[in-house]
């Protein structure tokens, strides 16, 4: 059957849209971690406690994906993503003018913070619903390229707070929000056909399918890596290797830039070879590149090429996942778009906090860095075990076009 083409199947503006609001709100999502050496500085912060204050946006993110998940097949996507953006924008106003002048008092933003983590339940639905299953990997990697808001954070937060004060970044963070806010209630439309809205009773029905359960973990590796990562590499580069945060920031943007650029790709490639060949390719790289990474490189330089390696992997890994995700639970896809993202963002607390603890109790960030190399090559070992059964039923040729 001859394949439509893919700027021809479903509607651009919509996924553009999508895609700039998503990016916006991962900026601000995980900036506490770009401003995290500063802040530490001025509240005179433990190595736990600046891994804490970097992993809770993630974690609060992740429970919130939930939420919003739900929300979006109640209230349709645009409107979910509407009240979100809304809740942010006010959010980073107290952030700007309220006294954050205590560890307890960034871990409240963080967790107002979360609800710009919870875009991911938004935007995908958004796109997803517009395009039919042999597109889906594509759309999805454009949709979820937004991840490289996380290296704006990085490349701009540490400069503009040294220009201006940490503080009055949040502030500065009104001006693109507001664009964004714009730019997606002009441009993004919700797609004719979406499943009913079901009871909360029907969504976790869906947690009754091992399937479920297998996506969540394995994207709790993919994103869980990147987002950990991009949360935590500036103060990483910064502890480990005497970088000021401004130069911590450029080499954190780097690495973060290559994971979210090339997640478009995963999607891509997984829609020519198969998500399942795919993610197994990208686990086997991203947990070399890790255990490397975990040895305590000598310098700066050697130590971004590495985690650049391993971001490469992630990112292709999560536009993997999200190929293989609509086709196993199209009708689902709003809920199951929150309980993976869910997963992904719990990895990402995991990491980042567990960074800080292990540098913390050990001197440095070996242990947390091996056990998530762990992680991957036990996912891997997981796809393996279930990957047959996939091919041989929901993915194959005669349930779907798309290739598994």
């Known amino acids: 059957m001859q394949k439509t083409s893919f700027w021809k199947a479903g509607h651009t503006p919509t996924l553009l849209a999508a895609f700039f609001y998503f990016d916006l709100s991962f900026m601000v999502w995980v900036i506490l971690g770009p401003l ?85 339940a938004v935007a995908l639905p958004l796109a997803s619903r517009w395009y039919p299953p042999e597109h889906q990997g594509t759309a999805l990697g454009i949709a979820g390229a937004g991840n490289s808001g996380t290296a704006f954070a990085a490349l701009f937060a540490p400069t503009l707070a040294l220009a201006f004060g940490w503080q009055n970044v949040f502030g500065l963070c ?30 976790m029905q869906v947690l009754k399918d091992k399937d479920a359960w297998w996506f969540m973990f394995f994207y709790s590796v993919t994103f869980g890596g990147f987002s950990g990562l991009a949360s935590s590499l500036t103060i990483y580069f910064n502890s480990q290797y005497g970088l000021s945060p401004v130069t911590a920031g450029y080499f954190t943007a780097a690495c973060v830039f290559a994971g979210s650029m090339v997640r478009p790709m995963g999607g891509r490639l997984s829609d020519r070879i198969g998500g399942i060949k795919t993610l197994s390719i990208m686990y086997v790289l991203a947990a070399i590149f890790l255990f490397i990474a975990s040895l305590g490189l000598d310098s700066a330089v050697p130590a971004v090429i590495v985690f650049v390696g391993a971001m490469l992997a992630l990112g292709t890994g999560n536009g993997a996942v999200f190929q293989l995700v609509p086709q196993r639970f199209r009708k689902e896809i709003g809920v199951m778009t929150g309980l993976v993202g869910m997963a992904g963002g719990i990895g990402g607390f ?55």
């Open 36 to 120: 995290g050496v500063q802040i530490a500085k001025d509240l005179g912060l433990t190595a736990a406690q600046k891994g804490l204050i970097v992993a809770t946006p993630l974690l609060a993110g992740a429970l919130l994906r939930i939420v919003m998940g739900v929300l979006v097949d109640h209230l349709k996507p645009k409107r979910a993503g509407a009240i979100g953006q809304v809740i942010v924008i006010a959010g980073m106003v107290w952030a700007w003018q309220g006294q954050l002048d205590s560890y307890h008092s960034i871990l409240a933003l963080g967790v107002i913070l979360g609800v710009a983590g919870a875009a991911f």
């Open 174 to 203: 009104l001006i693109p929000l507001g664009v964004a806010l714009v730019v997606y209630m002009v441009f993004a439309k919700d797609a004719p056909s979406a499943p009913p809205p079901k009871s909360m009773l029907e969504y």
């Open 350 to 404: 995991y990491l980042a906090s567990s960074l800080g603890f292990s540098k913390q109790m050990t001197g440095s960030y070996q242990v947390g860095l091996t056990i998530f190399a762990a992680l991957a090559v036990i996912a891997l070992i997981g796809l393996s075990l279930v990957k047959g059964r996939w091919r041989t039923t929901w993915g194959s040729a005669a349930m779907t076009n798309a290739t598994i």
